[in-house]
């Protein structure tokens, strides 16, 4: 998980919008028009990278269908000293 938190979050191209949702997410679960609104992207591109995260598993969808909040995954809460580096490493502008 180590590595794949480094290579989400801080190594890839999306790593600083990916940064901005892991944070608000561990602040407080939301769905993905809270999460758009909250940090200011459009819907797409915060399903995109919510969609990353995912495949990734740094988050996990709670709920049944439309309306879901994210939060992160037990791998990530585990991995809780990583992610404070990782998050304290990228700069998101």
């Known amino acids: 998980m ?5 290579y989400v979050l801080a190594s ?3 790593g600083p919008t990916r940064t901005q949702l892991v944070r608000a997410i561990d602040e407080q679960p ?3 028009n809270q999460l758009a609104e909250t940090l200011e ?3 797409t ?7 990353v995260l995912m495949d990734n598993n740094v988050v996990r ?5 439309y309306g879901d909040v994210y939060l992160l995954t037990e791998q990530v809460k585990a991995n ?14």
């Open 2 to 6: 180590e590595g794949v938190l480094w």
């Open 61 to 65: 969808r709670a709920g049944d269908g």
């Open 80 to 93: 809780r000293e990583t992610l404070e580096e990782v998050l304290d490493t990228v700069d998101v502008g």
């Open 30 to 32: 939301r769905n993905a």
């Open 45 to 51: 591109t915060i399903r995109h990278h919510l969609d």
């Open 41 to 43: 992207y459009d819907y």
């Open 12 to 14: 890839s191209r999306g």
